[in-house]
Structures are given as structure tokens and as C-alpha cells.
């Protein structure tokens, strides 16, 4: 009995533990479905919504009016499906509203809806199938027992298991187990199987087709009601929506549910590369390199001629610039690239550049051929912006690394390797639009623009290269801010004589060529944030650093006595002085050091008083001395200001006294050794030191209160004589 018990014990131990590592499992899957079903999610919300946008595209390029003319040429001229084209317009606006109802409704729905028309596309595959049995069999001509001839045996064999599989993926997708609802296509094989005469079996595969005809019509009739309630339901939600958050909330809402960039991109893609298919298809040989250059520009110009297309043509260009500056972020700085996401590094230039410019040229409007010249004009301007934007991102890093002490000598290899790219790339892409294209204005602002690039990283690298000399030398090296200044204000000059250049060719053209609202607006908006707002930066920065080189020779020169008995280093970069300049609170600096945190704010690094050059100093006591006020005006509010003065300093030495008296109390209280008398004779003559400054200081205050006190009499003793 007792090994049963101890077995039963230890079975259900087992059972326990068992049940327990199971529940483990389970909640370490969980996650992982979870994160399978979110991203199955995702890619179903987005899947199902690119046929809407696909309808929307055949629906804008289907011009009725020539369609109409082409029929009336043809021989359906007489089919009365033709005579109606209001109709037909009519039609054509309907589509346009089903195609924004599928593209805006939920999910859940969305799933359904296809679910229905999936189950619609079964049966008809199936009745397909019940047809093509019948006419099979009445070609053969036979009427006979079906299992006495191989071949009719054989015929219904195959139509038995399509049509049992069409009525098993029915039932799964319709989720119900009343597979007889969509079993009426069954019918002519049971009458064949029953030796019905073969006349008999079609008007059983007539009748099963309306059947089934009617039970969808019946389904229809059900849920006509359905559409009506979501349509309520949204506009309710959507009123809400606004009247508590606004628009614009209502507007972001709908843009992060229907994930429109991806959308629109994943639309381009499938449109791009249904063109290069069709393409192929059509070719027996592979193109040459010249040829695939031109295919894929004629590709991309097809793809982009109504307003959809250019919207994913747009998006697609984001996410390619959105790529590659991450790309360039990784290989330059790893992981740690992507804990601080610059908003203006995701792409989002490019696409917007891109759609500011087709939309300015009218790139939709043009045949294929100028569509394509003049989107590859455009997407070398987009290119080198992706350039620009890569620098930015390299920039700060190459300095950052040639100004610190880090001898990773990959982190170095990468930096300078994406420099020397960024150097050379723009410069190749240059030589290429020159060969390639004829010479124009806009040609000219591309390769300005790359020259700018390969300049601006020509400076880069040399700036790096006198951050490593200094590090090498172990001492800074003289007038490295000046050099800095110099190289980033000689690109800086040029860019904005780049953007002076191409406001100019703007205002030219709006005056004496053909005016738009879009190109004026794209021309004002380029002449404020390119031109007015560098020329004005650039003018503060210049007049930055005139005033903290007035102000630093204003200041004077420490001589070799002043530094020996300063014997500091300079608070700034902590380095040791060997000339220095003398601040008005009384502080050392070096000139260099100082005219930096000049640059930045006017106070002193250390105890933050005002720094101002002599002009300024001047200008500012003549006010003073003529607004000062007579000496004896506030005498008694003086007077009491003294007393809390000398009042806190009392205390402070009092303080000072009672806690170097505590302290040695404690000592001696904690310990007993010998060593700790020193430290008690120390104290005590700290509290003697503290006790003769408190009495000279109610000496020196007894002083000034008997001048004090002799002064009024004074004064007014001089006063009726003068």
C-alpha cells in the first residue's frame, strides 16, 4: 500500500510538472503569435486596400468621352448597352465611390467583404466546372452506366472532386458547417450517376445555376442594410472624433490606420512591376545596357502618369532615401545609429522635393517620352539631395572623431571611406550629366549643387586632418577657429549664390515666360527659407564674431608675472596658459577659448558677469553717472544693510566655531589613541583664529559706525556755510 501511495505521488508530481513546463511553452509562444498575428494584420491591411487604389487608377485613365467615340466606329454601335453614355458616366462616378469605400473601410469588414467575394468567385468556378462536365458528356454521346465506361468514368471522377473541394472551401471560408448551401452544382453529376438522359442534365445545370443564383441574391437582400448601419456608424465615430480632437487629429487617425506611405508604395511597386513585365513578355530578346537604362525610364514614366501613380512614385522615393541614410548611419556608427533619429534624415525631403517638382514642371501632363527626360532631371536632383543629406549625417561624426582621443582605427576607416564616396560620387554624377544631356539651367543648378557637396566634404576632411595633426602634436593648434570659420563660410558664400542663382532664374521666368500660382508660390517659399534666412544667419554669425573680437582686444594682455602667480589652467579647455587675456571680473582665459564662449552667450565662464568691450562700457556708465542718486539720500537703508551683513557674518564665524567644536568632540568621543590630540589642538586653533576674526570684525564695524556718524555731522556742518 505504501509503494502504490508514494507512486501515485510521485505520478501526480510528475503531472504537475509536466502541466507546468507546458504553461511555460505556451506563454513563450504566445509572444511570438502575437507578434506573427500584428504583422500578419498589418500586411492583410495593406494587401487588401491596393485593388481600391488600383481601381481608382484604371478609373482616371479611362477617358468615357473616347470611348464612346470608339464604340460609334465600331459594330457595337447598335448594342443597346452602348446607346446609354450618361449611364455610363453614371457608372464611372459609382465606381469612384466604391473604390474610396474600400479603401476607407475597417479592417474587419474588409476581411469579410473579400471573404464574400471569394466565396462568389468558388461557385462560380464550380458551376464552370458542373458546365464543363455536361458538355464533356454530351460530346461523348454515351448514356449508359458511368462505372461500365472508363473514359465517362473517369470524367466524373475528376468533376466529383473539383466540386467537392469548391463546396469544402466554401463552407471553411464562409465558416459554417451547412455545406449543403453550396452543393446545388452537384446536381448534374447525381442525375448523371442516376442515368437521367443527357438532354434532362442540362436543365438540371440550369436550374442549379439559379438556384444558386437565388441564394445569393436571398444573401444580398439579408445584409442590404448592412452597408447603410456601417455608414451611420462611421459618420457617428467620425463626428466625434472631430468635435473632441479636431481635424487635424481625425486626419492623422485615418493616415496612421490606413498606413498610406506604405500603401501608396506597395501600389507603385505592383504597377511597376506589372510594366516591366508586360515588357518582357513581349520581347524575345534581352535588351542591351543602353536599352534596360532606357526601360527602366520609360518604366517609371508610365508609372507616374495620373495623380496616384506619382503619390507612390513619391512614397517609393522616401523609402528607397529612407534606406539608404539608414545604411549610412549603420555603417558608420552601428546600433547606436538608431537611438538618435533625426526627424529630417527619414526620407521625407526627397519625396517631398520630388513632388514639388513634378508638380511644378506638370510632369503627369507630358507625353512618355518628355515624362521620362524630365523625371530623370529630377531624380538627379533628387540624388544629390540624398548625397546632402547623407553629409549632414557623416559630418558631426568625422569631427566628433578627429577631435576625440578614440585610435579605433575602424571607426576612422569608415568615416573617411564614406567621405572620399561622398567626395567622389558627386563629381562623377556630374560628368555624367554632362555627357549625357544637353547643358541648360537646371542642369547647371545639379551640378553646382554636387560641386557644393564634394566641396563641403573637401572641407570636412581637412578640418579632420587638423584635428588629428593637434591630437598628434599634443597641443592645439593656432588659429584652428579661424580655419574653421573660413572653410565653412566659403561654402556657405557658395550655396547661397547657388540659391541667389536659381531665384533669380525663377523671377526670370515668372516675368517673361509663362506665370503659374504653383511656380510663384515654389519661388517664393525657395527665395525665403535659401536665401533670406542664410543671408540672415550668416550676417548675425559674422557680426557674432566681430563683437568677440572687439571685445577680446579690448581685453588686456596677461604678462609672464601674472601667469606665474595665476599658475592655473584655463577653465575653458583645461589646458595650461602660456598667454592668456585678463577678463573685467578678473579671470584668465585663453583669447581663442574666450572668443568661442563670446560666440555664444556675453558673460564671464565663471561667475557670469557681463563681458563688454570698451565702446560699450563707456556707452553704458555715461547713463549712470548722470542718473546717480546724492550720496546721503539713502544713508539709514546703507546703514541697516551694513548691520545684516555684519550680523551674517557673525553668525557664519559662530556657525564655523560651534561645528569645529563638534567635530572635535566627536573625535575624541570615537576614538581614544594619541594621534587624535594633534587633531584636538588643531580645532582649538581654528575656534581661536574664528573667535579673533569675529572680534576684529565688531572692531572694524564700531569704526565704521563712528565715520558713519561723523559724516552727517560734517555734512551739515559745511552746508549752511556754503
Not at 538608431?338 to 517631398?352: C, L, P, S
Not at 525657395?526 to 577680446?552: C, E, M, P, T
Not at 589642538?681 to 573667535?691: G, I, N, R
Not at 576684529?696 to 559706525?705: A, F, I, P, R
Request: glycine residues 4%; contains cysteine; negative net charge.
Amino acid at each position: 500500500m505504501l509503494g502504490a501511495e508514494k507512486t501515485l505521488v510521485m505520478a501526480a508530481r510528475w503531472c504537475e510538472r509536466e502541466a507546468v513546463s507546458s504553461l511555460l511553452s505556451l506563454l513563450r509562444i504566445a509572444p511570438v503569435a502575437m507578434t506573427m498575428r500584428t504583422r500578419l494584420e498589418a500586411v492583410l491591411n495593406v494587401g487588401l486596400r491596393i485593388p481600391s487604389i488600383m481601381l481608382l487608377e484604371v478609373l482616371y485613365r479611362w477617358d468615357v468621352s473616347s470611348f464612346f467615340q470608339k464604340i460609334q466606329r465600331s459594330s457595337l454601335n447598335n448594342n443597346p448597352l452602348f446607346q446609354y453614355k450618361y449611364l455610363a458616366l453614371y457608372l464611372h462616378y459609382v465606381g469612384y465611390i466604391l473604390s474610396l469605400v474600400l479603401l476607407t473601410l475597417p479592417r474587419q469588414h474588409l476581411v469579410r467583404l473579400y471573404l464574400y467575394v471569394l466565396t462568389a468567385l468558388l461557385l462560380f468556378a464550380g458551376h464552370q466546372l458542373s458546365r464543363d462536365y455536361v458538355r464533356s458528356e454530351l460530346d461523348s454521346g454515351y448514356e449508359g452506366p458511368i462505372y461500365l465506361d472508363p473514359l465517362s468514368m473517369n470524367r466524373f471522377t475528376t468533376a466529383l472532386i473539383g466540386q467537392l473541394v469548391v463546396c469544402t472551401l466554401c463552407s471553411c471560408v464562409m465558416q459554417t458547417k451547412q455545406i449543403w448551401l453550396f452543393s446545388a452544382h452537384l446536381l448534374p453529376l447525381v442525375a448523371r450517376l442516376c442515368l437521367v438522359p443527357l438532354e434532362t442534365i442540362v436543365f438540371v445545370n440550369r436550374f442549379a445555376m439559379i438556384f444558386t443564383g437565388l441564394e445569393v441574391l436571398y444573401f444580398l437582400a439579408s445584409n442590404l442594410l448592412v452597408p447603410y448601419n456601417l455608414a451611420k456608424t462611421a459618420y457617428r465615430e467620425l463626428a466625434q472624433v472631430v468635435e473632441v480632437y479636431g481635424l487635424l487629429a481625425l486626419g492623422m487617425s485615418l493616415w496612421n490606420q490606413l498606413v498610406l506611405p506604405v500603401l501608396f508604395m506597395c501600389f507603385w511597386l505592383v504597377l511597376f512591376t506589372l510594366q516591366i513585365y508586360t515588357y518582357f513578355s513581349t520581347r524575345d530578346q534581352p535588351p542591351s545596357r543602353e536599352r534596360l537604362l532606357f526601360l527602366f525610364l520609360t518604366s517609371i514614366a508610365e508609372c507616374c502618369c495620373t495623380p496616384y501613380s506619382l503619390l507612390g512614385l513619391v512614397f517609393t522615393v522616401s523609402f528607397v532615401a529612407l534606406g539608404v541614410l539608414t545604411l549610412c548611419k549603420f555603417y558608420l556608427q552601428g546600433y547606436r545609429a538608431f537611438m538618435n533619429d533625426n526627424a529630417m534624415h527619414r526620407g521625407m525631403t526627397e519625396g517631398i522635393t520630388l513632388l514639388i517638382l513634378s508638380v511644378q514642371t506638370g510632369l503627369i501632363e507630358l507625353q512618355v517620352i518628355h515624362r521620362a527626360f524630365l523625371l530623370s532631371i529630377i531624380l538627379f536632383i533628387v540624388v544629390a539631395s540624398i548625397l546632402q543629406s547623407m553629409l549632414e549625417i557623416a559630418d558631426p561624426i568625422v569631427l566628433a572623431l578627429g577631435a576625440s582621443r578614440d585610435k579605433s582605427l575602424w571607426k576612422h576607416f569608415r568615416a573617411v571611406s564614406l567621405c572620399l564616396f561622398l567626395l567622389v560620387f558627386p563629381a562623377y554624377m556630374s560628368y555624367m550629366i554632362c555627357q549625357f544631356f544637353h547643358m541648360d539651367f537646371w542642369l547647371l543648378i545639379i551640378i553646382s549643387s554636387s560641386i557644393l557637396t564634394s566641396l563641403q566634404v573637401l572641407g570636412t576632411l581637412l578640418i579632420y586632418v587638423l584635428f588629428m595633426v593637434e591630437e598628434l602634436r599634443k597641443a592645439p593648434v593656432e588659429n584652428m577657429d579661424e580655419v574653421i570659420y573660413y572653410v565653412n563660410g566659403t561654402y556657405r558664400l557658395l550655396e547661397f549664390l547657388v540659391a541667389l542663382c536659381v531665384v533669380a532664374y525663377g523671377v526670370s521666368e515668372t516675368l517673361f515666360g509663362e506665370w503659374t500660382v504653383m511656380g510663384s508660390t515654389i519661388i517664393l517659399v525657395h527665395a525665403y527659407y535659401n536665401v533670406w534666412l542664410r543671408a540672415q544667419l550668416g550676417w548675425q554669425s559674422f557680426l557674432l564674431r566681430r563683437d568677440a573680437v572687439h571685445k577680446i582686444q579690448s581685453m588686456p594682455t596677461a604678462s609672464a608675472l601674472q601667469l606665474q602667480q595665476h599658475n592655473d589652467i584655463c577653465s575653458i579647455c583645461y589646458q595650461d596658459m602660456k598667454s592668456a587675456v585678463i577678463t573685467p571680473c578678473g579671470h584668465f582665459f585663453h583669447a581663442g577659448c574666450l572668443k568661442k564662449w563670446l560666440y555664444v552667450q556675453e558673460t564671464c565662464p565663471l561667475c557670469h558677469g557681463q563681458l563688454k568691450s570698451q565702446s560699450q562700457s563707456a556707452n553704458t556708465s555715461a547713463p549712470l553717472a548722470t542718473d546717480a542718486p546724492p550720496a546721503n539720500q539713502n544713508a539709514q537703508e546703507t546703514e541697516q544693510e551694513e548691520l545684516l551683513g555684519e550680523a551674517a557674518v557673525e553668525e557664519g564665524f559662530q556657525a564655523e566655531k560651534n561645528s569645529s567644536d563638534f567635530e572635535a568632540q566627536s573625535i575624541l568621543q570615537s576614538s581614544d589613541e594619541p594621534e587624535l590630540e594633534g587633531q584636538l589642538l588643531k580645532f582649538q586653533e581654528d575656534s581661536e583664529e574664528c573667535d579673533l576674526l569675529v572680534d576684529k570684525e565688531h572692531s572694524v564695524g564700531q569704526t565704521e559706525d563712528l565715520d558713519g556718524e561723523r559724516a552727517p555731522h560734517s555734512s551739515s556742518s559745511v552746508s549752511p556755510s556754503s
